[in-house]
């Protein structure tokens, strides 16, 4: 009687997907419309692979497959961009600004939207989220610069003498590569990454935002370089209570000399930011509360809320490995033409080494981005001229500007001090070599 | 003919691997090669070739006891499956079985080995399933609980090949606590005995020489003798990688065999075939660079790294891609000739579609290189 009332039911064979649907039945292996599973003879077979009805389980449909962007058409030739972030894009615009009808493939391995990444560095003090963040949808510029956009997929091989990319949504062909995959944040192991979060894309920090969204929280920020001491200051700003931790006694003391430095470490404390220089984490753990507590070689022990790895950035060799690619700390490529190793395949921003040095800052990647364009499209190329970006640290409350570069063992002098303001400068040869403001330069 | 080989190991300098070799390509072009048909219409199972080449060391020349030479297997699984797909299928069954049984390092195992590396006796490998368990695509069908002095498993397990009364295969059961849910996996080997029923599975379109069964096991006991790993995840971790660099070996084949067909009909179709795309020098320098990226990589088949593990999940993905499309090219170069119910090329294109479709199938490979390559995030 009750069958008369009950739901339809689905079991699925978990051994070949068939679905045995109790309203439909199975006739031709003698079950009847409105056969319930559990009258089904224990001795029936699946009618596909002939497993018994022990092998099936109650029918739950699966949440459909995230909506990943996937272009349609041919998969032919023309232009490859690996990487969605600024480099990507910006290279994208440069070639649509030269040809607008070159076909240009756009390879992303996030959702590939367009946001500008320096913002990270202030975005929670100012109340944004991942969403405001964005400034054009992945989708949508593609469709404005007529790319086909391949979003949420991964490069896994590539193949120089093939032209050949292969991805994890199939394989391109390409008549030019252009490879701005960037760089990822480099965990030391004492780092787990289920338990550290790196800001170093959308997504890293839209992950970290939501959980700060909940309250102010104790954060530790792991690495005092200029990515972790911009991160504290905003974080602080934003009413979390950090704590900034390095190996080097004052923050930014890789980089800038002492006076700088415990300038810095000052305007941090007025902020409320406790940082422990001369630390080296040894071990992270999960406390059964939730908490995350962080040990150290000199015995402190730590517990907060979360944390924040800010341990550098390197670049991924496996691709350039694979490839055959010339690799030094990033891909080679030539510093005029940013022509890798192999023919037919540039590279631009984070990923690369230019005489075997990264260069990770936002000002270089749009001359770059113009000059592979105009290497791809215009016939000749080779006008990049790579100059040392001007270093200004997002730190409001302390301002600092590096021009040049400065030598690791170089003396640093000091040009004129007073309270606010601290103007030094390096010297090689009689030469000023680099140039380092802190500090509001009175009207003076 | 012989157009150069894309897997060619790096120094079959001793006179032993010459001779292993030119064994195994006297029993692949010949007495296989002539079975060829009656394995495909007929279902053949051909372990009079199997015995024959384990006898010339073609089915343990990867075991470490051997020298670990995976450059000499996958050349020889290559020079197999250019003649036969189904066969070259065994050879990699019969090897995975063989790596199982040496990395498990129990000593009952271990003594078997020899007979089995020799071809003596004959094994192959139910963990389709678990491989795709253990990815979260699917779940595990086989179940165990423990008794004492072992584990009884119950469950079915559809599509293993290579297994036969008296012969035997690498499973994997989840085991189950008394309350039903799950503590961990074990791997044993399974000896097809009478406690084990053997059921027909429906019939492919191809590769039926392959000895496919489902096996039905109620309360099978697997004692300490039969375990390859307790807990196996660890296991699976550690063979992995070796085990789907393995199965490059049946892709490359049956890309040189395609490309063997194309070259055939060239003095008497080269004269239209050059209208077609994917011609044999297309094919051929990718099949050159594909076997230079494998040899490398069968150096180091334990390597261990996430970068190795992508690296042999690119290499087995592109392989079946080019299987696909050489198959289908030398189907075109040869014309009707090619589609003859006894011509090599439509049965290659069915023997390429398994390659492509078997566990891991080239969407498995992708949702794993996918999965690899995902940053992790705090939760």
């Not at chain 2, 450059?71 to 070259?88: K, P, Y």
């Not at chain 2, 085991?175 to 849910?181: A, C, H, I, K, P």
């Given at each position: 009687m009750s069958d008369m009332t009950r739901a339809w039911r689905q079991f699925i064979c978990r051994a070949c997907g068939l679905i045995y649907d109790e309203e439909?039945?199975?006739?031709?292996?003698?079950?009847?419309?409105?056969?319930?599973?559990?009258?089904?003879?224990?001795?029936?077979?699946?009618?596909?692979?002939?497993?018994?009805?022990?092998?099936?389980?109650?029918?739950?449909?699966?949440?459909?497959?995230?909506?990943?962007?996937?272009?349609?058409?041919?998969?032919?030739?023309?232009?490859?961009?690996?990487?969605?972030?600024?480099?990507?894009?910006?290279?994208?615009?440069?070639?649509?600004?030269?040809?607008?009808?070159?076909?240009?493939?756009?390879?992303?391995?996030?959702?590939?939207?367009?946001?500008?990444?320096?913002?990270?560095?202030?975005?929670?003090?100012?109340?944004?989220?991942?969403?405001?963040?964005?400034?054009?949808?992945?989708?949508?510029?593609?469709?404005?610069?007529?790319?086909?956009?391949?979003?949420?997929?991964?490069?896994?091989?590539l193949s120089p003498a093939l032209h050949q990319l292969r991805t994890t949504r199939g394989t391109l062909g390409y008549t030019r590569l252009v490879l701005a995959q960037g760089a990822r944040p480099a965990l030391p192991a004492v780092l787990p990454p289920a338990l550290c979060w790196r800001v170093n894309d959308l997504a890293g920090w839209g992950g970290l935002q939501a959980q700060l969204a909940r309250g102010p929280q104790r954060i530790a920020i792991v690495g005092a370089g200029m990515v972790g001491c911009e991160l504290a200051e905003d974080f602080a700003r934003a009413g979390h209570r950090v704590v900034l931790l390095d190996r080097q006694p004052q923050p930014l003391g890789r980089l800038l000399p002492e006076p700088a430095t415990r300038r810095l470490r000052q305007s941090q404390a007025e902020l409320g930011i406790d940082y422990r220089g001369e630390v080296d984490v040894t071990a992270v753990s999960v406390l059964a509360d939730g908490g995350k507590c962080i040990e150290t070689r000199c015995g402190q022990r730590l517990v907060v809320d979360q944390i924040v790895a800010a341990t550098g950035l390197v670049t991924d060799p496996r691709l350039a490995r694979q490839a055959g690619l010339a690799f030094d700390q990033g891909i080679r490529v030539d510093p005029l033409s940013l022509r890798t190793s192999a023919e037919d395949i540039h590279a631009l921003g984070d990923c690369i080494s230019l005489d075997g040095a990264p260069c990770r800052f936002i000002e270089p990647i749009g001359r770059q981005a113009r000059a592979i364009a105009q290497a791809l499209l215009g016939g000749d190329g080779g006008d990049y001229r790579h100059s040392v970006p001007v270093i200004r640290l997002k730190t409001r409350s302390l301002p600092i500007e590096l021009h040049g570069t400065p030598c690791a063992d170089g003396q640093w002098r000091v040009v004129s001090e007073n309270d606010d303001y601290l103007l030094m400068e390096q010297r090689v040869a009689g030469h000023t070599t680099s140039t380092l403001r802190v500090g509001q330069a009175s009207a003076a | 003919m012989?157009?150069?080989?894309?897997?060619?190991?790096?120094?079959?300098?001793?006179?032993?691997?010459?001779?292993?070799?030119?064994?195994?390509?006297?029993?692949?072009?010949?007495?296989?090669?002539?079975?060829?048909?009656?394995?495909?219409?007929?279902?053949?199972?051909?372990?009079?070739?199997?015995?024959?080449?384990?006898?010339?060391?073609?089915?343990?020349?990867?075991?470490?006891?051997?020298?670990?030479?995976?450059?000499?297997?996958?050349?020889?699984?290559?020079?197999?499956?250019?003649?036969?797909?189904?066969?070259?299928?065994?050879?990699?069954?019969?090897?995975?079985?063989?790596?199982?049984?040496?990395?498990?390092?129990?000593?009952?195992?271990?003594?078997?080995?020899?007979?089995?590396?020799?071809?003596?006796?004959?094994?192959?490998?139910?963990?389709?399933?678990?491989?795709?368990?253990?990815?979260?695509?699917?779940?595990?069908?086989?179940?165990?609980?423990?008794?004492?002095?072992?584990?009884?498993?119950?469950?079915?397990?559809?599509?293993?090949?290579?297994?036969?009364?008296?012969?035997?295969?690498?499973?994997?059961?989840?085991?189950?606590?008394?309350?039903?849910?799950?503590?961990?996996?074990?791997?044993?080997?399974?000896?097809?005995?009478?406690?084990?029923?053997?059921?027909?599975?429906?019939?492919?379109?191809?590769?039926?020489?392959?000895?496919?069964?489902?096996?039905?096991?109620?309360?099978?006991?697997?004692?300490?003798?039969?375990?390859?790993?307790?807990?196996?995840?660890?296991?699976?971790?550690?063979?992995?990688?070796?085990?789907?660099?393995?199965?490059?070996?049946?892709?490359?084949?049956?890309?040189?065999?395609?490309?063997?067909?194309?070259?055939?009909?060239?003095?008497?179709?080269?004269?239209?075939?050059?209208?077609?795309?994917?011609?044999?020098?297309?094919?051929?320098?990718?099949?050159?660079?594909?076997?230079?990226?494998?040899?490398?990589?069968?150096?180091n088949p334990f390597d261990g790294s996430k970068d190795y593990l992508l690296d042999v999940l690119d290499a087995r993905t592109q392989g079946a891609e080019l299987a696909l499309r050489a198959t289908q090219s030398a189907l075109m170069h040869q014309g009707a000739r090619g589609y003859l119910r006894s011509a090599a090329p439509q049965r290659r294109m069915r023997e390429a579609q398994f390659i492509a479709i078997v566990t891991p199938a080239i969407k498995h490979l992708r949702w794993e290189m996918a999965r690899l390559m995902k940053e992790e995030l705090p939760a």
């Open positions: 439909l039945g199975d006739p031709d292996s003698g079950l009847a419309p409105g056969t319930r599973f559990e009258d089904i003879p224990d001795d029936w077979e699946c009618p596909l692979c002939g497993v018994t009805k022990l092998d099936f389980e109650p029918y739950v449909r699966r949440e459909a497959a995230p909506a990943a962007t996937v272009a349609v058409g041919p998969r032919g030739t023309g232009i490859v961009v690996v990487g969605a972030g600024l480099a990507g894009w910006a290279t994208v615009e440069a070639l649509r600004e030269l040809d607008a009808e070159v076909p240009i493939t756009l390879v992303s391995a996030c959702r590939g939207d367009r946001y500008h990444k320096p913002e990270l560095s202030l975005a929670l003090s100012r109340g944004l989220t991942a969403e405001s963040l964005v400034r054009e949808t992945a989708a949508a510029a593609a469709r404005r610069l007529g790319v086909r956009l391949y979003s949420e997929t991964f490069v896994v091989g | 012989n157009s150069a080989v894309a897997l060619s190991p790096s120094s079959v300098a001793g006179l032993a691997d010459e001779r292993l070799f030119a064994e195994v390509r006297r029993i692949a072009a010949g007495p296989l090669a002539q079975l060829a048909n009656r394995i495909d219409h007929e279902g053949h199972y051909p372990l009079e070739i199997m015995a024959q080449l384990g006898e010339a060391g073609a089915l343990g020349a990867h075991l470490q006891c051997r020298g670990g030479r995976y450059d000499i297997a996958l050349a020889a699984m290559q020079e197999v499956s250019r003649s036969c797909g189904s066969t070259g299928f065994l050879v990699w069954c019969q090897d995975v079985c063989g790596l199982y049984m040496e990395q498990s390092d129990n000593p009952a195992l271990l003594a078997r080995l020899s007979d089995h590396a020799q071809g003596r006796t004959f094994g192959g490998t139910g963990l389709s399933n678990p491989m795709k368990a253990l990815a979260g695509i699917e779940n595990m069908l086989l179940r165990a609980r423990k008794v004492p002095g072992g584990y009884r498993i119950s469950g079915s397990l559809p599509w293993v090949s290579h297994i036969a009364p008296g012969q035997y295969c690498g499973a994997i059961a989840a085991v189950e606590r008394d309350d039903g849910s799950r503590s961990h996996e074990i791997m044993f080997l399974l000896d097809i005995d009478a406690c084990v029923e053997l059921r027909a599975c429906p019939a492919f379109s191809g590769m039926e020489g392959t000895s496919t069964w489902r096996i039905q096991l109620d309360d099978y006991f697997v004692g300490e003798d039969g375990l390859i790993a307790d807990p196996a995840r660890p296991f699976i971790a550690r063979i992995r990688a070796a085990f789907i660099l393995l199965q490059a070996g049946m892709a490359t084949g049956l890309v040189q065999g395609s490309l063997d067909s194309m070259r055939e009909v060239e003095p008497v179709l080269g004269h239209v075939n050059h209208f077609l795309h994917d011609r044999p020098e297309e094919i051929q320098a990718e099949f050159e660079e594909l076997g230079g990226r494998i040899m490398q990589l069968a150096r």
